[in-house]
């Protein structure tokens, strides 16, 4: 059973960064899209950041483009997504998901649904 685990999340002011980890286990880890999504108070999960399986293709959504970066160290089973010149509206829990597709498919997922896998998140606080 696939399990992910996220870790760096905390407080930090506008302007500043982080650098969220997800430690992956109980699967092939070059064989599974990884995707970091968040989900504010009251808002929808949406799609942050996510990485093919050899790490060839990212993506990013249009809020945080330019400022945050996807990179995944498969000898480590770890995926990472470095935060920088974070804003208040970054504030958020922030998920790591991982999904298994089809053997002729080397891209990205975007959608929630499109997630088999899920961490428990790690909170992320940007103050002004």
């Known amino acids: 059973q696939v399990h992910l685990v996220e870790s760096g999340g905390g407080l930090v002011q506008a302007g500043g960064s982080l650098r969220l980890s997800c430690a992956f286990s109980?699967?092939?880890?070059?064989?599974?899209?990884v995707g970091w999504l968040r989900q504010a108070p009251g808002k929808e999960r949406e799609f942050v950041a996510a990485?093919?399986?050899?790490?060839?293709?990212?993506d990013y959504g249009s809020s945080v483009k330019g400022r945050f970066t996807i990179t995944r160290d498969n000898a480590k089973n770890t995926v990472y997504l470095q935060m920088n010149s974070q804003k208040p509206e970054d504030t958020a829990l922030y998920y790591c998901?991982?999904?298994?597709?089809?053997?002729?498919?080397?891209?990205?997922?975007?959608?929630?649904?499109?997630?088999?896998?899920w961490g428990q998140g790690t909170q992320v606080t940007v103050s002004s």
């Open positions: 998901a991982a999904s298994f597709p089809p053997r002729r498919y080397s891209g990205i997922y975007y959608r929630v649904e499109e997630y088999d896998y």
């Open positions: 109980g699967g092939t880890f070059n064989m599974y899209t």
């Open positions: 990485i093919s399986r050899g790490g060839e293709i990212t």
